[in-house]
């Protein structure tokens, strides 16, 4: 009696495991979802739909990836909803951005953290850059912040809302240079930042690297500097900010990658963080990537992993105070 | 003259057939409610990574034109504005549906969107350089101004009574603060899941707008099994031009209005019909026949909704700052071919942008071609008995909501503020006035907390919003606007008293 159960229970858990196994090696049987957390047209929805193009090929899933998009209170609105609602079969995943999720969940009202998902792979990385308007009286970092430091909180430096990486490299440097700017949140994304400055709305504005690249493309901004660890490909004339004295480091940098709920089978997980990198890695995404002056960063899973753990540090030391 | 060069380009086999692609696709897409615009733009981005950048371009630019004319469709026939932009097309346009008249009202709105949006992509393409640079002269303090301007016609907005109009007004703004603040940070009035990313704008419409109908209708179906069907005569395309001609004051208050209100990035598309509604009403002398099935009030909003597409490329072609949402999305579509957009661009890929430019001046008079060929037989969705039409009409609603975000919580929304207007307009309240306020909420709020952190770091905020020109010029147009409805509503008041003194003598 006691074999036969024991018989019974070894061939569950064989058949349990060959399940599992057969789970993944079926996996995708269907098309996936990547759930943005950002209207149609932004910047991650329309990284997310470029580096998901080829999803289809046989080489990569072959099945297609279609994206969701479910917009709302700068983010809070579609992650919530994917650690809540949302299956954790790989069949949903979302794109992530760091830093503005993790800095959400320190300041808590979320249901989320960086414990509830499990990232897959990085496709991007967008610095942040600190931009003046043309015109601007300003031509270096140290015109600024002697500007800062002697009219204090008379600074005013647009980005493009509230916990956002803009936010984040406005705070450092406010750190690092002891002094005080007044950051003005925008509604509207970082467009709508940039125009401020552009318009002269406001004194200067951190934004978008590859916003700035264009505005400056155009004539309209000059690029003080970019708070990343090294100088960018896209403009190796701009110096970092630690370059120009200030202690800042890449905490502010706008990853962009693709993550899966906590909870989903591990041999999903792997493959997906297998086969994904290479559809990130195509040269169909790449061309087209470099074409929108969208910065890629391709990031394997450990090293995502790794990332969302300091990112969490600094980012606890930087919010405490708030 | 440069860009007629270009316009060879339009015309080759596949970028003709692009053309007509996005503009029946676009009608179709922006009749179904829930496909905004910027949706289906976005949808569509897709497609062009296997065309060239100017073929993608061709096929954006027609979808953009002829989604915001067909979102007309189903404001007059059924009274769901497929977008904000036709709000006020259904105020009248449904009215005369109702009474038959749904092929002309058709006929009209398409004819007015065609004239208006000619003549804003002609902007477009001769005052460019000028208008790029007026557009930039609207910081937070002027948008804020706009907005109240806004607000001051509320009151007077499609309601037999100023006061119930101003408190279905203040009820829109008071839904407009629910929602997490991404300004200040903080959490407003988020008492369930659904409510933490405010009240989204297309299913808040479909509910107030569709869901008292849909009420009403069944309601009816109740009492009499009697099929109530309009007849819908075919109208003849000629009397609707000649009509068109006769309402040349609507017709011109809409696409001067809507020209301008394109052209300020960060206002958009969604108040130029409500806006140029109000005013063209102002200027009527048949001002009581407003809301009651006017041909001119649909002439005014549709040439406004259209007329403001050009323009709002405006910003985006040359300073590269994204106007509206659908803007925003362009710019994707532009950067996607490596296309930056700047000052030089007519000098960088003149190839590309005129084509574009002239692709939606063409989109426009085919949009208006295929428009009056479809009205004659989408008219006839008025002819449906009540009960079919009330679970059509249900069934699109529930669909254009979720569609919106995926989400169940816009469904609830929708059903809710449905159920609530439904009782509201029992009362005498009406929708209109409760959805400016809901869009212009967040516009006055927003700009009003921006301006006052600028103002702050500056010279305070009485300096900040009530000094400069374009400051005090606005400031007076909302004076104006305030003692005007006054002056009117006490008119009224005084006109249908005397009636009753006179029986009493």
């Given at each position: 009696?006691?074999?036969?159960?024991?018989?019974?229970?070894?061939?569950?858990?064989?058949?349990?495991?060959?399940?599992?196994?057969?789970?993944?090696?079926?996996?995708?049987?269907?098309?996936?979802?990547?759930?943005?957390?950002?209207?149609?047209?932004?910047?991650?929805?329309?990284?997310?739909?470029?580096?998901?193009?080829?999803?289809?090929?046989?080489?990569?899933?072959?099945?297609?990836?279609?994206?969701?998009?479910?917009?709302?209170?700068?983010?809070?609105?579609?992650w919530n909803w994917f650690a809540t609602e949302a299956e954790?079969?790989?069949?949903?995943?979302?794109?992530?951005?760091?830093?503005?999720?993790?800095?959400q969940s320190i300041k808590g009202g979320v249901k989320y953290?960086?414990?509830?998902?499990?990232?897959?792979?990085?496709?991007?990385?967008?610095?942040?850059?600190?931009?003046?308007?043309?015109?601007?009286?300003?031509?270096?970092?140290?015109?600024?912040?002697?500007?800062?430091?002697?009219?204090?909180?008379?600074?005013?430096?647009?980005?493009?809302?509230?916990?956002?990486?803009?936010?984040?490299?406005?705070?450092?440097?406010?750190?690092?240079?002891?002094?005080?700017?007044?950051?003005?949140?925008?509604?509207?994304?970082?467009?709508?930042?940039?125009?401020?400055?552009?318009?002269?709305?406001?004194?200067?504005?951190?934004?978008?690297?590859?916003?700035?690249?264009?505005?400056?493309?155009?004539?309209?901004?000059?690029?003080?500097?970019?708070?990343?660890?090294?100088?960018?490909?896209?403009?190796?004339?701009?110096?970092?900010?630690?370059?120009?004295?200030?202690?800042?480091?890449?905490?502010?940098?706008?990853?962009?990658?693709?993550?899966?709920?906590?909870?989903?089978?591990?041999?999903?997980?792997?493959?997906?963080?297998?086969?994904?990198?290479?559809?990130?890695?195509?040269?169909?995404?790449?061309?087209?990537?470099?074409?929108?002056?969208?910065?890629?960063?391709?990031?394997?899973?450990?090293?995502?992993?790794?990332?969302?753990?300091?990112?969490?540090?600094?980012?606890?030391?930087?919010?405490?105070?708030? | 003259?440069?860009?007629?060069?270009?316009?060879?380009?339009?015309?080759?086999?596949?970028?003709?057939?692009?053309?007509?692609?996005?503009?029946?696709?676009?009608?179709?897409?922006?009749?179904?409610?829930?496909?905004?615009?910027?949706?289906?733009?976005?949808?569509?981005?897709?497609?062009?990574?296997?065309?060239?950048?100017?073929?993608?371009?061709?096929?954006?630019?027609?979808?953009?034109?002829?989604?915001?004319?067909?979102?007309?469709?189903?404001?007059?026939?059924?009274?769901?504005?497929?977008?904000?932009?036709?709000?006020?097309?259904?105020?009248?346009?449904?009215?005369?549906?109702?009474?038959?008249?749904?092929?002309?009202?058709?006929?009209?709105?398409?004819?007015?969107?065609?004239?208006?949006?000619?003549?804003?992509?002609?902007?477009?393409?001769?005052?460019?350089?000028?208008?790029?640079?007026?557009?930039?002269?609207?910081?937070?303090?002027?948008?804020?101004?706009?907005?109240?301007?806004?607000?001051?016609?509320?009151?007077?907005?499609?309601?037999?009574?100023?006061?119930?109009?101003?408190?279905?007004?203040?009820?829109?703004?008071?839904?407009?603060?629910?929602?997490?603040?991404?300004?200040?940070?903080?959490?407003?009035?988020?008492?369930?899941?659904?409510?933490?990313?405010?009240?989204?704008?297309?299913?808040?419409?479909?509910?107030?707008?569709?869901?008292?109908?849909?009420?009403?209708?069944?309601?009816?179906?109740?009492?009499?099994?009697?099929?109530?069907?309009?007849?819908?005569?075919?109208?003849?395309?000629?009397?609707?031009?000649?009509?068109?001609?006769?309402?040349?004051?609507?017709?011109?208050?809409?696409?001067?209005?809507?020209?301008?209100?394109?052209?300020?990035?960060?206002?958009?598309?969604?108040?130029?019909?409500?806006?140029?509604?109000?005013?063209?009403?102002?200027?009527?002398?048949?001002?009581?026949?407003?809301?009651?099935?006017?041909?001119?009030?649909?002439?005014?909003?549709?040439?406004?909704?259209?007329?403001?597409?050009?323009?709002?490329?405006?910003?985006?072609?040359?300073?590269?700052?994204?106007?509206?949402?659908?803007?925003?999305?362009?710019?994707?579509?532009?950067?996607?071919?490596?296309?930056?957009?700047?000052?030089?661009?007519?000098?960088?890929?003149?190839?590309?942008?005129?084509?574009?430019?002239?692709?939606?001046?063409?989109?426009?008079?085919?949009?208006?071609?295929?428009?009056?060929?479809?009205?004659?037989?989408?008219?006839?969705?008025?002819?449906?008995?009540?009960?079919?039409?009330?679970?059509?009409?249900?069934?699109?609603?529930?669909?254009?909501?979720?569609?919106?975000?995926?989400?169940?919580?816009?469904?609830?929304?929708?059903?809710?503020?449905?159920?609530?207007?439904?009782?509201?307009?029992?009362?005498?309240?009406?929708?209109?006035?409760?959805?400016?306020?809901?869009?212009?909420?967040?516009?006055?709020?927003?700009?009003?907390?921006?301006?006052?952190?600028?103002?702050?770091?500056?010279?305070?905020?009485?300096?900040?919003?009530?000094?400069?020109?374009?400051?005090?010029?606005?400031?007076?147009?909302?004076?104006?606007?305030?003692?005007?409805?006054?002056?009117?509503?006490?008119?009224?008041?005084?006109?249908?008293?005397?009636?009753?003194?006179?029986?009493?003598?």
């Open positions: 009696m006691k074999t036969l159960f024991k018989t019974a229970l070894l061939s569950a858990a064989a058949i349990s495991v060959s399940a599992t196994l057969a789970f993944a090696a079926d996996f995708p049987d269907r098309p996936i979802g990547v759930a943005v957390s950002y209207g149609a047209g932004g910047a991650t929805d329309f990284q997310a739909r470029i580096v998901t193009m080829v999803a289809g090929n046989e080489d990569i899933l072959g099945q297609p990836i279609y994206i969701l998009n479910k917009p709302g209170a700068g983010g809070r609105k579609g954790a079969d790989g069949y949903t995943m979302s794109a992530y951005n760091i830093p503005h999720f993790i800095a953290s960086a414990a509830s998902f499990e990232p897959v792979a990085n496709w991007g990385a967008d610095p942040a850059v600190v931009v003046v308007g043309k015109d601007s009286k300003f031509n270096t970092m140290q015109d600024l912040i002697d500007y800062a430091k002697a009219n204090p909180g008379k600074t005013t430096t647009s980005g493009a809302g509230l916990f956002v990486g803009h936010h984040i490299a406005a705070l450092q440097i406010e750190k690092a240079c002891a002094c005080k700017l007044a950051y003005i949140p925008t509604k509207g994304g970082g467009a709508a930042a940039m125009k401020a400055v552009i318009a002269g709305e406001v004194l200067a504005g951190v934004n978008n690297l590859s916003d700035a690249f264009r505005a400056r493309e155009a004539g309209n901004v000059k690029i003080l500097g970019v708070a990343d660890l090294e100088r960018n490909e896209f403009m190796k004339d701009v110096p970092t900010l630690k370059e120009a004295g200030l202690d800042v480091d890449n905490s502010s940098v706008n990853f962009r990658g693709l993550m899966v709920k906590k909870g989903t089978p591990q041999a999903v997980i792997d493959k997906l963080a297998a086969q994904v990198p290479l559809m990130f890695a195509h040269a169909r995404v790449a061309k087209r990537m470099k074409a929108g002056g969208s910065p890629m960063k391709i990031m394997s899973r450990d090293e995502v992993k790794a990332m969302w753990a300091a990112r969490e540090a600094t980012l606890k030391d930087l919010l405490a105070g708030l | 003259m440069e860009f007629l060069g270009y316009f060879g380009g339009v015309f080759e086999p596949i970028a003709l057939m692009l053309l007509f692609a996005g503009t029946v696709g676009g009608l179709i897409l922006g009749a179904t409610p829930g496909l905004s615009p910027t949706m289906a733009v976005a949808l569509l981005i897709p497609f062009t990574f296997h065309l060239s950048p100017t073929q993608g371009l061709i096929l954006l630019g027609a979808a953009y034109t002829s989604t915001v004319a067909g979102g007309a469709v189903s404001a007059i026939l059924l009274k769901i504005p497929g977008a904000p932009a036709n709000i006020a097309t259904a105020l009248d346009g449904n009215e005369m549906a109702k009474r038959g008249e749904g092929a002309r009202a058709l006929h009209l709105s398409f004819l007015a969107s065609g004239v208006g949006g000619v003549i804003g992509v002609l902007l477009l393409i001769f005052l460019t350089p000028v208008l790029a640079q007026w557009a930039l002269k609207f910081g937070p303090s002027h948008l804020f101004w706009i907005a109240i301007l806004g607000v001051t016609v509320i009151g007077s907005l499609d309601s037999k009574s100023f006061v119930k109009g101003l408190l279905s007004g203040c009820i829109g703004l008071w839904l407009s603060t629910i929602g997490t603040d991404d300004i200040m940070g903080a959490d407003r009035f988020i008492f369930v899941d659904a409510l933490s990313g405010g009240i989204t704008i297309i299913p808040a419409l479909i509910g107030l707008f569709a869901i008292p109908q849909v009420l009403d209708m069944f309601a009816k179906g109740r009492v009499s099994a009697v099929i109530d069907t309009v007849h819908v005569p075919r109208y003849k395309f000629l009397d609707s031009l000649k009509e068109l001609i006769r309402s040349f004051r609507a017709l011109s208050i809409g696409t001067v209005i809507g020209s301008i209100i394109g052209l300020i990035p960060g206002v958009g598309g969604q108040i130029a019909g409500l806006v140029a509604y109000d005013q063209a009403r102002n200027f009527s002398p048949q001002k009581d026949k407003f809301g009651t099935g006017h041909s001119e009030g649909v002439i005014a909003a549709e040439s406004a909704n259209n007329a403001m597409v050009g323009p709002s490329l405006v910003p985006l072609l040359t300073l590269s700052i994204p106007g509206s949402p659908t803007a925003a999305v362009l710019l994707g579509g532009l950067l996607i071919h490596g296309i930056f957009p700047g000052s030089d661009i007519f000098d960088k890929h003149p190839e590309v942008v005129w084509t574009f430019i002239n692709s939606m001046l063409l989109g426009q008079i085919l949009m208006v071609i295929f428009g009056i060929y479809t009205a004659a037989w989408a008219a006839r969705i008025a002819k449906a008995p009540i009960p079919i039409l009330a679970a059509g009409v249900l069934v699109l609603a529930l669909f254009g909501s979720y569609s919106v975000g995926q989400s169940m919580g816009d469904v609830q929304i929708m059903l809710v503020l449905g159920i609530g207007m439904y009782i509201l307009e029992k009362f005498g309240f009406s929708a209109a006035p409760l959805v400016l306020g809901l869009i212009l909420g967040p516009i006055a709020g927003d700009y009003f907390n921006n301006g006052s952190m600028i103002a702050a770091a500056q010279d305070g905020p009485w300096v900040y919003f009530f000094t400069g020109p374009l400051n005090i010029v606005l400031i007076v147009m909302v004076v104006a606007s305030i003692a005007y409805s006054f002056w009117t509503n006490m008119l009224r008041a005084s006109f249908a008293k005397s009636p009753l003194e006179g029986a009493s003598k």
